[in-house]
């Protein structure tokens, strides 16, 4: 069996990659409130924040911080991203801000633009950021339930962990299957059936 250097001090950098995550989206969340920029902080610290208003200890670090934007205040989050250390970094569908310039796409700050698909194939476009809640720091989040309809559009492996989180805390379950299309409601009733999967 391997084992890392001694001089490395493993639990340090587990601890300091997640006080990284929270930095940059506190950071990055604080820029675009002060610009006045209508935002939802999305994703999977979204979902933890969600899972920790009921077991903190069942939230799921992330690496990821995706923020939600209404598209008429993009130009304005991109000057308030900026002003904050963030150098945008467009991909094909996507809209990154690295954390410096020589910061990783892995390390970005994601914005999403509320009320358009993410992908072509989505069946539903991004929630709107017209009502948000504020859950921790003064930051918004997108309420529950447009946080889970995002969740069940995507369908990516993450995005079910995602839910398969919320559902163990007890905050999305069968009661939630007639307030959704469907589609979504057979996405949801996959998992409730399946929970190890």
């Known amino acids: 069996m391997e084992t890392a250097p001694k001089e490395v001090d493993i639990l340090e950098r587990m601890v300091r990659a997640v006080e990284k995550v ?3 989206l506190l950071r990055a969340s604080k820029a675009l ?7 939802a902080v999305i994703g999977g610290n ?7 208003t009921v077991n903190e200890g069942a939230a799921r670090n992330t690496p990821d911080v995706d923020v939600l934007v209404d598209p008429e205040d993009f130009a304005l989050a991109l000057h308030a991203l900026e002003a904050a250390g963030f150098a945008y970094h467009q991909t094909p569908g996507e809209h990154l801000f690295l954390d410096g310039p020589t910061g990783r796409p892995a390390n970005a700050v994601r914005v999403v633009l509320a009320r358009q698909k993410v992908r072509p194939e989505y069946l539903e476009p991004a929630p709107d950021v017209a009502e948000t809640v504020r859950l921790a720091d003064g930051l918004r989040f997108l309420p529950l339930d447009a946080l889970i309809r995002m969740k069940l559009t ?5 995005d079910r962990v995602h839910l398969h989180d919320l559902i163990g805390v007890g905050l999305l ?17 996959e998992l409730l059936e399946n ?3």
């Open 46 to 52: 979204a979902v933890a924040a969600w899972v920790s």
């Open 33 to 39: 409130e002060a610009a006045g920029v209508r935002y």
């Open 154 to 158: 995507s369908f990516r492996l993450k």
């Open 195 to 197: 929970p190890e999967g």
């Open 22 to 24: 929270r930095e940059r």
């Open 173 to 189: 379950g069968e009661r939630d299957l007639a307030k959704l299309p469907e589609v979504l409601a057979a996405r949801l009733r």
